[in-house]
């Protein structure tokens, strides 16, 4: 009798900037086995502490614009004026490893990949309330005032399309969030 490796499914995550999704994410990734994280590329600098491979392949936009002539994304985006990509290749590969993927990213990235892996499940991190982003946002010291009250005008956006993914989350209590989170990735991964 053949083994038959299990096949990954795709974990999409989406939240608004400061909800908390990074940070869920890489929590998920140091508590489950058999997840990988889906790594983008962006053409934005890295932010303090960020590193290329880890974080994001930081690229060029040249370089970025040849991927793309390429056809090699699966979905990709401009988002806060920066291009944002996921390489097919990578995910495909992982999935077939037997291996999940998390890939934490923005809702019109998730729009293009929804609608490319049928079988990846969605889940949208809603943040506890648009104040407590606000103050997240603040609080990171990553950001202008200008770029803080553009992200809070996009995140209004993007919570407004939460009913579209099939699961929601309010990271509200980081752990209580981590563990729901946990348990749709759990219920929702392909049998061994």
Request: hydrophobic residues 35%; charged residues 25%.
């Amino acid at each position: 009798m053949l083994n038959k490796k299990r096949k990954g499914r795709l974990f999409i995550i989406s939240a608004p900037s400061g909800a908390g999704k990074t940070t869920l994410c890489h929590a998920v990734l140091a508590k489950l086995s058999q997840i990988v994280p889906s790594i983008s590329y962006t053409t934005r600098a890295p932010r303090e502490g960020e590193v290329t491979g880890k974080d994001y392949h930081f690229v060029s936009p040249q370089k970025f614009k040849a991927m793309i002539e390429e056809h090699a994304f699966a979905e990709w985006a401009i988002v806060h004026g920066h291009y944002y990509g996921t390489n097919k290749n990578l995910i495909e590969k992982s999935m077939q490893e037997g291996n999940d993927v998390l890939l934490s990213i923005d809702i019109q990235g998730a729009d293009q990949l929804r609608k490319l892996y049928s079988d990846a499940v969605s889940v949208f991190i809603n943040p506890p309330s648009l104040k407590e982003l606000k103050n997240r946002l603040i609080d990171r010291k990553s950001d202008s005032q200008m770029t803080i009250q553009k992200r809070l005008e996009v995140a209004k956006k993007e919570i407004a399309a939460a009913p579209s993914y099939q699961f929601q989350v309010v990271n509200d209590d980081f752990e209580q969030a981590l563990e729901e989170l946990i348990s749709i990735i759990k219920s929702q991964r392909h049998p061994s």
